[in-house]
């Protein structure tokens, strides 16, 4: 069984999923996948998704030089 707080993940997750099927050019369904994200590529995958739809989105771009400046000093 799930415990409260990963409950609230998978179903924040699968409504996010829900959303994303419903709008795929939503900016901000992007940037909320990319913080829910697991994994670097994931986060990465997304906040360049948001820049191929909105290439003057600043969210996205911070999140994306975020994402290169964690790899750099991996």
Same mark, same amino acid.
């Given at each position: 069984?799930? #415990?409260?707080?990963?409950? $609230?993940? %998978?179903?924040?997750?699968?409504?996010? /999923?829900?959303?994303? #099927?419903?709008?795929? !050019?939503? !900016? !901000?369904?992007? *940037?909320? $996948?990319?913080?829910?994200?697991?994994? %670097? +590529?994931? $986060?990465? +995958?997304?906040?360049?998704?948001?820049?191929?739809?909105?290439?003057?989105?600043?969210?996205? #771009?911070? /999140?994306?030089?975020?994402?290169?400046? *964690?790899?750099? #000093?991996?």
């Amino acid at each position: 069984p799930l #415990r409260p707080a990963e409950f $609230k993940s %998978h179903a924040a997750r699968e409504m996010l /999923g829900e959303l994303m #099927r419903l709008a795929p !050019e939503m !900016e !901000e369904a992007w *940037i909320l $996948k990319a913080y829910l994200a697991a994994s %670097h +590529d994931e $986060k990465t +995958d997304c906040f360049e998704k948001v820049l191929a739809l909105n290439p003057e989105n600043e969210t996205a #771009r911070a /999140g994306l030089e975020a994402r290169t400046d *964690i790899r750099r #000093r991996e």
